[in-house]
């Protein structure tokens, strides 16, 4: 995203000092809290600051995305029953209850995504995963655990409605408990938290999407790639909101943004300057004094 922000600079610091003029404004929006459900851009949203459209410069391996799929960050606390652990059989381990809880998210996610279709997903395993990032549990090693906390993202499909989404994950999980035993009369607790992004969409073959396609053509000389992906982004607050036509668009991959060796391409930040110059000529136009 930093080198996303960075090519949307230099390509208006370009333009400026070859002397263009545009019609209209350009503005830049450097904002933060996207990680946590767009706090900044909501905060721009709320003051009242709107264009006639707007690139989001996430990494999408300068593909045109005007399509994005919504994530919902949730907590569920998996309760057992602490005892010694040389008496194990007497107590019920949560860590064992939370690994028949991972198995039926697993299954919900494979479930949910094979009834998904979209021709804008085809480069993608899935449009919406379910991820488990964080675990916690037990308090000793030679101690039964009583309490397992997991948090992660439960992806959702464009389109889809919130609550819809957080009802299938608590119903599922619900439907899990009541097959074991234990889990039936202490089942799961489900919080919801922090980012809860919604999908964002504007049609692919809106003017502004078209004009960016052109742009990129007329830059790289190759065919764009016009595509959905797999997770939430800023994007949905300028759609669902403010109904401001939006794409992601930007140097880098996402396959390796959260990972331990994070980097982006020079050649993509450079080429990236030069369509987000080419998309602010052709859409702006120029003052003519």
């Given at each position: 995203?930093?080198?996303?922000?960075?090519?949307?600079?230099?390509?208006?610091?370009?333009?400026?000092?070859?002397?263009?003029?545009?019609?209209?404004?350009?503005?830049?929006?450097?904002?933060?809290?996207?990680?946590?459900?767009?706090?900044?851009?909501?905060?721009?949203?709320?003051?009242?600051?709107?264009?006639?459209?707007?690139?989001?410069?996430?990494?999408?391996?300068?593909?045109?995305?005007?399509?994005?799929?919504?994530?919902?960050?949730?907590?569920?606390?998996?309760?057992?029953?602490?005892?010694?652990?040389?008496?194990?059989?007497?107590?019920?381990?949560?860590?064992?209850?939370?690994?028949?809880?991972?198995?039926?998210?697993?299954?919900?996610?494979?479930?949910?995504?094979?009834?998904?279709?979209?021709?804008?997903?085809?480069?993608?395993?899935?449009?919406?995963?379910?991820?488990?990032?964080?675990?916690?549990?037990?308090?000793?090693?030679?101690?039964?655990?009583?309490?397992v906390v997991v948090e992660g993202r439960f992806?959702?499909?464009?389109?889809?409605?919130?609550?819809?989404?957080?009802?299938?994950?608590?119903?599922?999980?619900?439907?899990?408990?009541?097959?074991?035993?234990?889990?039936?009369?202490?089942?799961?607790?489900?919080?919801?938290?922090?980012?809860?992004?919604?999908?964002?969409?504007?049609?692919?073959?809106?003017?502004?999407?078209?004009?960016?396609?052109?742009?990129?053509?007329?830059?790289?000389?190759?065919?764009?790639?016009?595509?959905?992906?797999?997770?939430?982004?800023?994007?949905?607050?300028?759609?669902?909101?403010?109904?401001?036509?939006?794409?992601?668009?930007?140097?880098?991959?996402?396959?390796?943004?959260?990972?331990?060796?994070?980097?982006?391409?020079?050649?993509?930040?450079?080429?990236?300057?030069?369509?987000?110059?080419?998309?602010?000529?052709?859409?702006?136009?120029?003052?003519?004094?």
């Open positions: 995203m930093k080198a996303g922000l960075a090519s949307g600079i230099f390509a208006i610091q370009i333009l400026q000092e070859m002397g263009f003029k545009p019609s209209g404004n350009v503005m830049v929006q450097s904002v933060v809290g996207e990680e946590s459900g767009g706090c900044g851009t909501l905060a721009n949203v709320v003051k009242g600051y709107s264009a006639d459209a707007a690139v989001v410069l996430e990494p999408t391996s300068l593909n045109i995305c005007p399509i994005h799929s919504g994530a919902l960050n949730f907590r569920l606390t998996i309760s057992g029953k602490a005892t010694h652990g040389a008496m194990r059989w007497e107590g019920v381990s949560a860590i064992e209850k939370t690994y028949l809880i991972h198995q039926s998210i697993l299954n919900l996610e494979q479930e949910r995504n094979a009834a998904y279709q979209s021709e804008y997903y085809k480069s993608y395993h899935q449009a919406a995963p379910i991820n488990l990032g964080t675990i916690q549990g037990g308090d000793w090693h030679s101690s039964v655990p009583d309490t992806g959702i499909f464009p389109g889809e409605a919130v609550g819809d989404a957080r009802q299938a994950f608590e119903t599922y999980i619900h439907e899990t408990a009541l097959k074991d035993a234990w889990l039936k009369n202490h089942p799961p607790v489900v919080e919801w938290f922090e980012g809860q992004y919604e999908s964002g969409h504007t049609d692919p073959n809106h003017p502004f999407i078209q004009l960016l396609a052109n742009c990129f053509t007329e830059t790289t000389h190759h065919e764009s790639t016009i595509e959905g992906v797999t997770y939430a982004a800023d994007m949905a607050l300028f759609t669902n909101y403010c109904k401001i036509p939006a794409v992601l668009f930007g140097p880098g991959n996402v396959r390796r943004a959260h990972s331990i060796n994070e980097y982006v391409e020079i050649d993509d930040v450079l080429m990236c300057i030069k369509i987000i110059a080419n998309l602010i000529v052709n859409w702006c136009g120029e003052t003519i004094e």
